[in-house]
């Protein structure tokens, strides 16, 4: 094309021909229509603004957007009450493109998963698995791989007893990126539903999520440390090995009457709460037949005798 000595585009025009092209499409076509039938050679004029809107077409146009790579959102769903997700993992849920969540995630959460997403149920129960690990991580990297922005929905907090060290491993094996949405563990959810504090100052300056047995049996602590006057540990799938862990700490010198209470399906509707002592743990949890997740918190007893009733007791107290 032909160029005028001393020609050049300058910024201003560039931005005012690519405002003319993205309003009249049509107006480039003409004028490449024009010159091919009148000759270059006669339109100087035209080539010129030929040239500019070619530049500022080239100047202007946007990159094909890339697809997004796959990703996983390791999302705490909390205790059950979908009011205590925090506003990030309910935005990881509603851009999910598939949700793999564990059992006890609540139907309610699930619920605000958004429309179209893919739910899969991988139904881990604690240290039992219906769905062995190395399964979860193979469903997990299965479907990033493919692009899918994944949500791996854990019960409470994903970094408290929810195996998350093992499928960030198989991410980062498998170049997937991936990050964490902490959430409501469920010891700040039975403290709350008893009206305590986890630490107190004069009481206990350290607090211990204890789990009551882990893949090799029931789980060894320092018992001699917990037993002491004041400590306070909130124990994790307790419930099978309350007479363990009463042997153990009555073993190593605790007070009998210690205050132990268990929260069972805390935050949800269904939330129980058994208020006992150490000497009584076995025997009331076994008349008491939780069958929900629950806590137990060695060290604390509920704040007043109203949220001690039993389940029992707060039916009569609403009849
Ligand atoms: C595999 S652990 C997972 C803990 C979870 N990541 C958390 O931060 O709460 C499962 C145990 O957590 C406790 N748990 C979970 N949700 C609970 C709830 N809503 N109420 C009481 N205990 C709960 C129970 O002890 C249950 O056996």
Known sequence: MERPAGFAAKPEHISLFAGVTGKYPELFSI?????????????????RILSLLTRANAATAKPAALPRPGHVAFVGAGPGDAGLLTVKALNALQSADVVIHDRLVSAEILALAGRGTALI????????????????????????????????????????????????????AAGIGWHVVPGITAASASAAAIGQSLTKRGRNSSLRLLTGHDMQGFADHDWRA???????AAIYMGKASARFVQGRLIMHGADRATPVTLVENASRPDQRILATTLE???ADLAAWQASGPALTLFGLAPRDAATALTEIEQKQELA
């Open 280 to 282: 009584r743990l076995p």
């Open 31 to 47: 004028l490449q229509e024009s010159q091919r039938a009148t000759g270059a050679a006669t339109m100087k004029p035209l080539s």
């Open 226 to 232: 917990l037993a002491r006057p004041g400590e306070v």
């Open 121 to 172: 149920d991988v139904g881990k129960q604690g240290f039992g698995t219906s769905t062995a690990q190395s399964e979860i991580n193979a469903l997990i990297v299965h479907h990033a791989a493919r692009g899918s922005q994944v949500v791996r929905l854990k019960g409470g907090d994903p970094s408290v007893f929810g195996r998350l060290d093992e499928e960030i491993d198989a991410c980062d």
